[in-house]
């Protein structure tokens, strides 16, 4: 190969780098463990070391820069962790993104007590046909719903909303919540009759 043509094949494998760069950070942003060098390599088709010296200069590019995320080899492979001096907001996030999105059988639930309460587990389980026991748990450990004491025949543990859950809705008190009635079916007194 002469001199020209060595010089060449350098441009292009510098004129690549940066499609190589992108390629294995969109592949890394979509994998959920950790991906090693020789399969990076493999599927970008690519030799390993050219592989590895990318990783390792991305990494030390987002430390450098200060980046919100990092560049990890761990167990094996590579993979985009938070950085840690960032630990708190990205724990307070997922807590509260977590704590946003409930499932239909707790939006239910939720909505028993705070029409009923204070409300029985039994009479929730009634009105919405299921066993809520689970339910009502996570409403608990999600702070929406409290033991608001005992019934004084049946000696069950009665449940109420939070003040957390009038927040979270924006509501002052219990006496903004919605009528339900425009949202019932016409013949709810045949329905309750029924059961």
Do not use: C
């Amino acid at each position: 190969m002469s001199p020209s043509e060595s010089e060449r094949a350098d441009d292009a494998t510098v004129a690549a780098e940066p499609g190589l760069r992108s390629a294995i950070e969109a592949i890394l942003l979509v994998v959920d463990e950790p991906v090693a060098e020789v399969t990076l390599a493999q599927v970008l088709e690519r030799p390993t070391g050219e592989v590895a010296a990318v990783l390792r200069d991305l990494s030390a590019e987002y430390t450098a820069a200060g980046r919100g995320f990092d560049l990890r080899e761990v167990g094996g492979g590579w993979r985009f962790y938070t950085r840690v001096d960032y630990a708190q907001v990205v724990e307070r996030f997922v807590r509260d993104g977590q704590q946003a999105r409930l499932t239909q059988a707790a939006l239910e639930t939720l909505a028993v007590v705070a029409y009923r309460q204070p409300v029985s587990r039994a009479r929730v389980a009634a009105v919405r046909g299921v066993n809520s026991d689970g339910v009502m748990r996570t409403l608990v450990a999600r702070g929406l719903v409290e033991e608001a004491g005992t019934d004084p025949e049946s000696q069950a543990v009665l449940y109420r909303t939070t003040s957390y859950f009038l927040e979270r809705l924006g509501l002052r008190d219990l006496g903004e919540l919605p009528e339900l009635a425009p949202f019932l079916p016409d013949d709810v007194e045949t329905l309750e009759e029924q059961k």
